[in-house]
């Protein structure tokens, strides 16, 4: 992802290496899935799920600059709501533009 980074951590003592190499990973996981929509796993994700972006966005948003991100993502599924429909889908269809 070309999101710029929000905050890191890096721990020191005891169990440092574990813990650090522990956030290496969440790192790169993360960026591995914040690509124009949030997925769980890039290989194979088409469409953006509002279940992973509600369980993913706040811890992503600690390490990452996320608000324009998100606000695109939420922007997608207006985008492809019917007028006058309160209904919000659960994904977002394939064909939507704002997915790159």
């Known amino acids: 992802t070309d999101l710029p980074m929000n905050g890191n951590i890096h ?6 290496s574990v813990l650090n190499r522990i956030q290496a990973a969440v790192l790169y996981t993360q960026a591995s899935n ?26 992503a948003s600690r390490n990452f600059a996320t608000s324009e991100f998100y606000r695109n993502f939420v922007q997608a599924f ?19 533009s704002r997915m790159s």
């Open 34 to 59: 914040l690509h124009s929509i949030p997925t769980d796993c890039p290989h194979r994700e088409k469409r953006g799920w509002m279940g992973d972006a509600q369980w993913t966005a706040a811890q």
């Open 78 to 96: 207006e985008d492809t709501q019917a007028v006058g429909c309160t209904r919000v889908s659960a994904e977002l269809p394939l064909n939507n």
């Open 11 to 16: 721990f020191s003592g005891a169990n440092a």
